[in-house]
């Protein structure tokens, strides 16, 4: 699951993110409401987590704006205002949970994992190639029928490599999507892991479907 976390309050947005991604989310991070906007019409994203006091654009116009251009990807809206009108403003415009600040990570977690459920029906639930099927909502992998285990960043892993099936992922999208801003994009984690994935997924089959790009990064198919 790819999330979108718009919140300018630096630490916050990264204690969140890295909790987030130990839950397995590949998580894109936007500190003002129009890089949210921006970010939230130019990819796709299962669910933006929407602060509402935000520089250059307010969380409620950034919605208003999504919404308006037919946007249907499910917001969870934050705010440290606990007034009922700034709660209702937010559903006004299409909001579809709030939560007040400050808040437990738990308590965020079972929100969005809410919103995302209740959200499945709509979007492109199970992705599937050849044999192989990843379910993103209960992060279950089957590979001829067989089921794999994974660890949290090997499924972020897998699964942003079947959102881009038959593309190059590059290292640096993959350290962008599945490690916390202090990760040291030098080292060559990425390749471990994605070895680990290999075994997992590959080696057992003849076909195999993880491939190396020389000098660019990663594709599945
Ligand atoms: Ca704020």
Not at 1 to 26: F, P, Q, T
Not at 135 to 141: A, C, F, Q, S, Y
Not at 159 to 167: A, Q
Not at 181 to 204: A, C, G, P
């Amino acid at each position: 699951m790819r999330i979108l976390l718009v919140e300018d309050e630096k630490r916050l947005s990264n204690v969140v993110k890295k909790g987030l991604i130990e839950e397995g989310y590949a998580v894109d991070q936007a500190f003002d409401g129009s890089e949210g906007l921006y970010l939230a019409e130019s990819e796709t994203y299962d669910a933006i987590i929407l602060d509402v006091m935000l520089p250059k654009m307010d969380g409620i116009t950034v919605c208003r704006n999504l919404r308006q251009k037919k946007i249907s990807t499910p917001v969870l809206m934050l705010t440290a205002k606990t007034r009922v009108e700034d709660r209702v403003a937010g559903f006004d415009v299409g909001a579809d949970q709030y939560l007040g600040k400050p808040f437990a990570f738990v308590e965020l977690k079972s929100r969005l994992q809410a919103l995302l459920r209740r959200n499945l029906k709509d979007v492109e639930s199970i992705f599937e190639i050849d044999d192989l099927t990843v379910d993103p909502l209960k992060h279950i992998v089957f590979r001829d029928g067989q089921l794999i285990e994974l660890t949290p960043k090997e499924f972020a892993i897998l699964e942003l490599l079947m959102r881009h099936k038959g593309e190059v992922v590059t290292r640096t999208q993959i350290t962008e999507h599945t490690w916390d801003y202090n990760f040291d994009s030098m080292s060559n984690v990425v390749d471990v892991f994605i070895t680990t994935l290999r075994k997992k997924i590959d080696y057992k089959n003849k076909k195999k479907l993880i491939h190396t790009v020389h000098g660019v990064g990663y594709k599945i198919g």
